[in-house]
C-alpha cells in the first residue's frame, strides 16, 4: 500500500501548481487554502509538515487548489476577509473588501471624533465592511447605510446578523432619500474604475460585481452625482469622505466648488492618492 502524502508534501506540490498556473502569491495562497481545508491557522500548516494527510483530506484539499488556479479569488474561496477588526464573509454579491479601504474608517472617526452620536451615512455599503467597522470602533455613531444592489444588501446584512452590529440598510440610489441638512458625514468607496479599463484587470477583480466597479467613462460618474447630494444631505460643517483612483486625487477636488472647503486629498499607506475629504461650509 502507497505511504500516505504529508501535508508538507501536499503545500510544495499545491504551490508548484499554482506557480504554473500563474497564480500570484502562489505561495501563501497555497497555505491558505490548506489551513482552510483543514480547519488550522495557516501558521499550523507549516508546524505540522510531517502529518500524513488521508485520502478524503487529499481530495478536499486538491479541490480547493483546483479552485484557485481557475482564477476564483481566494477570499470567495475562503469566504471571509479580516477587515480592520472584523471577520466579514465575502462572496461574488459584493465586492471583496480591500485593506487600502481599511483606512477609510479612520478619516470618518477622526472627523466625527467631537461629535457624539454623529450621524454617517455610508454610500455603497457592499459587504457591510465600512459601516459595521464604524459601528463597532464607536457605538455610539448613528451609522446608516444603502446600495443599489439588492445582492450587496443582503450580503451586508448577513455580516451584520453575524456579527451581532446593527446597521440599518436600505435599497437607495445614491443619498436620494436622505433629508437635506441632516448629516455629520458621508462615507463613501463607489465604483470608480473607468469603463474601458475593466477588461483589463485580473480575473480576480473581474470576479466582483460590475456594479461595484464601472464608474462610466472616466470612472467619476458616481462621483459627479454623489458630490452634490452629499452636500445637500451633510449639516453646516459636516464631512464627505470618498475613497478614489490612484490617478482622481486633483479630478475629484475639482468637482468640489461651491459650498465645500477644507478639500483635501488623503494619500493611503502606500503613499498613493485614495481619499477625497471635504468638508460641507
Ligand atoms: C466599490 S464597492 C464598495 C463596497 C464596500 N463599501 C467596500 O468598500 O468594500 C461600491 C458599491 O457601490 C454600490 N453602488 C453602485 N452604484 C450605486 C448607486 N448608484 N447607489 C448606491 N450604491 C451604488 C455597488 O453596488 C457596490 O456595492
Keep these: 500500500m502507497a505511504e500516505q502524502?504529508?501535508?508538507?508534501?501536499?503545500?510544495?506540490?499545491?504551490e508548484e501548481f499554482l506557480v504554473r498556473k500563474?497564480?500570484?502569491?502562489?505561495?501563501?495562497?497555497?497555505?491558505r487554502l490548506l489551513a482552510h481545508g483543514l480547519g488550522i491557522a495557516p501558521m499550523q500548516v507549516l508546524l505540522q509538515f510531517e502529518r500524513p494527510l488521508t485520502d478524503a483530506e487529499v481530495a478536499t484539499l486538491r479541490a480547493l487548489v483546483v479552485r484557485r488556479s481557475q482564477n476564483e479569488p481566494l477570499q470567495h474561496i475562503l469566504g471571509t476577509v479580516g477587515f480592520r477588526h472584523l471577520e466579514i464573509r465575502c462572496d461574488a454579491r459584493a465586492l471583496v473588501?480591500?485593506?487600502?479601504?481599511?483606512?477609510?474608517?479612520?478619516?470618518?472617526?477622526?472627523?466625527?471624533?467631537?461629535t457624539p452620536k454623529a450621524r454617517v451615512h455610508e454610500v455603497g455599503i457592499g459587504t457591510g465592511c465600512i459601516s459595521l467597522s464604524l459601528r463597532h470602533e464607536r457605538?455610539?455613531?448613528?451609522?446608516?447605510?444603502?446600495?443599489?444592489?439588492?445582492?450587496?444588501?443582503?450580503?451586508a446584512g448577513r455580516n451584520a446578523q453575524i456579527l451581532g452590529i446593527w446597521v440599518p440598510m436600505l435599497r437607495m440610489d445614491l443619498l436620494a432619500g436622505i433629508r437635506p441638512d441632516s448629516l455629520d458625514a458621508v462615507v463613501s468607496n463607489p465604483p470608480y474604475i473607468a469603463s474601458r479599463e475593466i477588461a483589463k484587470l485580473s480575473?480576480?477583480?473581474?470576479?466582483d460585481p460590475l456594479l461595484a466597479l464601472d464608474g462610466g467613462a472616466d470612472g467619476l460618474d458616481i462621483f459627479?452625482?454623489?458630490?452634490?447630494?452629499?452636500?445637500d444631505a451633510l449639516k453646516p460643517g459636516g464631512w464627505l469622505v470618498a475613497e478614489h483612483g490612484f490617478d482622481q486625487g486633483i479630478s475629484t477636488r475639482e468637482l468640489c466648488g461651491q459650498g465645500w472647503t477644507d478639500v483635501a486629498t488623503v494619500r493611503d499607506?502606500?503613499?498613493?492618492?485614495?481619499?477625497l475629504v471635504a468638508q460641507k461650509e
Design 203 to 207: 480575473a480576480e477583480v473581474q470576479a
Design 139 to 155: 457605538a455610539d455613531l448613528r451609522v446608516t447605510a444603502s446600495d443599489i444592489s439588492p445582492d450587496a444588501l443582503a450580503l
Design 22 to 31: 500563474a497564480i500570484d502569491n502562489a505561495r501563501g495562497d497555497a497555505r
Design 224 to 231: 459627479r452625482r454623489l458630490v452634490p447630494q452629499a452636500l
Design 97 to 114: 473588501p480591500r485593506n487600502e479601504t481599511e483606512q477609510i474608517v479612520d478619516e470618518v472617526l477622526s472627523r466625527v471624533k467631537g
Design 269 to 275: 499607506l502606500s503613499g498613493q492618492d485614495r481619499f
Design 5 to 14: 502524502p504529508t501535508l508538507g508534501e501536499i503545500l510544495k506540490k499545491s
